[in-house]
């Protein structure tokens, strides 16, 4: 008996990946590991991340069959001789963000020490902080950072850890070497002294509108240099009308092949040792459009690392 398991079929995790406990991690041997961190505490307006996770995996078993061959790439866009497993959720505690975010940081920690590359799903921007967080005692790397917003808001109304400030506290911790901010155009988010701030750090920052102008081979080129990356994604680097369902979407976004090819190009600039894939609401989505976009980024980008990596 043929057996299909199509998408709709069966339990999804994320891509239909293995299963795994944290705490069986370290025997599973896994080259990457999803987490979701369902938490929205940190959005100012439109909440709903904390459901990212759920609308990403389950838009994610699109990709899940066995047919996945890209003409253009030669090869599976999600290689099958690489072993990812979904390690499921935090447990987050209502009321308690603190607690929220601690738990996080243990998690993603639980996920380096076992050898695997933490592959995060959010949740709002806030949730970097505590995966960054998480690598500290490790080589040092340099974070790169796709979005429209820079998100390098210090302290708003006592506020330090909310969704404009990921950066910022980025910015803070002694092993990240330097931030490149990439897509950048949104209003409102941070203030002018920010982008002056984070410049005279010595950080890069390529404006959405640079990156039409100058194209993709210009704007790898231009990526602060480092051995090691740890990438964030915050889906409202995408046109608020190709993926709606984001905390805080904007016109004038990029589209799915800019972004894809962005993070192909990524893959090869240096070292990956993480990322997340940040502020996907899923309340605010048409048919799914944003969570089957956001789990076709995800997979592209593990391509393209892992196959980078053999
Ligand atoms: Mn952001």
Redesign the pocket.
């Known amino acids: 008996m043929d057996i299909l398991d199509l998408p709709f079929v069966g339990i999804p995790s994320f891509c239909k990946f293995p299963v795994v406990n944290l705490s069986c991690l370290e025997e599973a041997q896994a080259d990457a590991a999803i987490l979701g961190i369902p938490f929205d505490l940190g959005t100012q307006v439109r909440p709903g991340a904390r459901y990212g996770p759920r609308g990403i995996r389950e838009l994610s078993t699109h990709y899940s069959g066995a047919c996945n061959f890209d003409y253009d790439l030669g090869a599976d866009f999600v290689p099958s001789d690489v072993k990812f497993v979904d390690c499921g959720d935090v447990d987050v505690i209502h009321y308690d963000a603190d607690e929220c975010l601690m738990r996080a940081r243990d998690a993603v920690e639980m996920i380096l020490a076992s050898g695997a590359m933490p592959v995060v799903l959010g949740g709002d ?1 806030s949730v970097t902080i505590p995966v960054l967080e998480a690598y500290e005692g490790r080589e040092p790397f340099s974070v790169i ?1 796709i ?3 820079l ?1 390098f808001v210090d302290s708003i109304a006592g506020v330090t850890k909310g ?2 400030s ?1 950066m910022r506290r980025a910015s803070e911790m002694p092993y990240v070497e330097s931030i490149t901010h990439i897509g950048i155009h949104g209003a409102g ?1 941070s203030k002018k002294q920010d982008f002056d701030e984070t410049l005279a750090l010595g950080n890069v920052i390529i404006s959405r509108r640079e990156w039409l102008r100058v194209g993709l081979a210009e704007v790898l080129k231009k990526i602060a240099p480092s051995n090691r990356y740890f990438v964030t994604i ?1 889906i ?1 680097v995408m046109d608020g009308a190709l993926a709606p369902g984001a905390g ?1 979407p904007e016109p004038g976004g990029a589209t799915y092949r800019e972004v894809s090819d962005l993070l192909i190009g990524i893959a090869s600039v240096g070292e990956i040792v993480g990322f997340d894939l ?2 996907v609401s899923p309340p605010y989505d048409v048919a799914g459009i944003t969570c089957l976009t956001a789990s076709r980024l995800i997979l592209d980008f593990l391509g393209a690392i892992f196959r980078k990596r053999q």
Do not use: A, Y
């Open positions: 921007h950072q979005d429209t917003h998100d969704q404009g990921p988010s915050d409202d805080s940040v502020e």
